[in-house]
């Protein structure tokens, strides 16, 4: 709200057994952004089958992910399709996934290429699936890169699968990847970009370098001083991404 930008909040899957499950953090996100004047989205990122979508629906998610990408093409159109017909429906939108994203844990560039979108693809994804926006491999990886280690973003991808589609793309695996990597990737076409890990990065050093002043620190102190350097780093990806000041365009 501060900086004006539209947000979409991201919680995968896994995240419903261990954290928070729908009828949870729905409510609670619903409550903590009544009467803020920028567009805020509840989004199931990385659902892994129809069932886990239905649920997201049913417990208040305004958007979904159904990430396919492991199975054949065919299979990925199969499943995809029948998402966005159920979210189409409920008035939802559905993001798709062609291609892989790897982990950054164990990334390597020339081990990344292997599992770039295949850019032709794309168009045919979008067309039998009927996605309002599709995550596309081209370099980056989830979570943390090894020490030193920046991803090589393939900015030719890209534009070319934007040039096939004209339509939405998404960049999952932001942290790490640098400011001037991700300015690049959005003016080649990238219009979301996921981000988590440095966020999390952000709010464990914080309280790592408080406890290490003081081991007696109390716990909710050391908690909202976690959510500040939390949102302290989110404030940075909202600035340099160009999302700031963008609310007004989609109000």
């Not at 966005?84 to 939802?92: H, S, T």
């Not at 966020?199 to 003081?214: C, D, S, V």
């Amino acid at each position: 709200e501060e900086k004006r930008a539209p947000i979409i909040i991201n919680i995968v899957q896994d995240h419903f057994q261990e954290h928070a499950k729908a009828e949870l953090i729905a409510p609670i996100t619903e409550e903590l952004v009544k009467n803020k004047n920028v567009p805020v989205a509840l989004n199931l990122d990385h659902g892994k089958d129809y069932d886990s979508c239905v649920y997201a629906l049913r417990h208040g998610f305004t958007s979904l992910m159904i990430d396919a990408s492991s199975k054949p093409f065919t299979e990925n159109i199969k499943i995809t399709g029948e998402v966005v017909r159920l979210a189409k429906a409920a008035g939802l939108s559905v993001e798709g996934e062609l291609g892989h994203i790897g982990s950054g844990a164990s990334y390597t560039g020339e081990n990344q290429k292997e599992l770039y979108t295949d850019p032709g693809e794309t168009k045919e994804f979008f067309e039998k699936t009927g996605i309002d926006a599709l995550a596309v491999s081209c370099g980056t990886a989830h979570g943390l890169y090894k020490e030193g280690v920046i991803p090589e973003i393939n900015f030719e991808l890209i534009k070319e699968i934007k040039n096939i589609t004209g339509k939405p793309l998404v960049l999952h695996g932001g942290s790490g990847a640098g400011e001037e990597g991700l300015r690049k990737a959005v003016s080649c076409g990238i219009n979301k970009i996921n981000v988590g890990a440095d966020i999390f990065k952000a709010g464990r050093k914080k309280i790592y370098g408080e406890l290490m002043k003081n081991s007696d620190a109390d716990l909710f102190e050391l908690m909202v001083k976690m959510e500040e350097a939390c949102k302290e780093e989110l404030i940075r990806y909202l600035e340099f991404s160009g999302s700031e000041g963008r609310a007004e365009e989609i109000i």
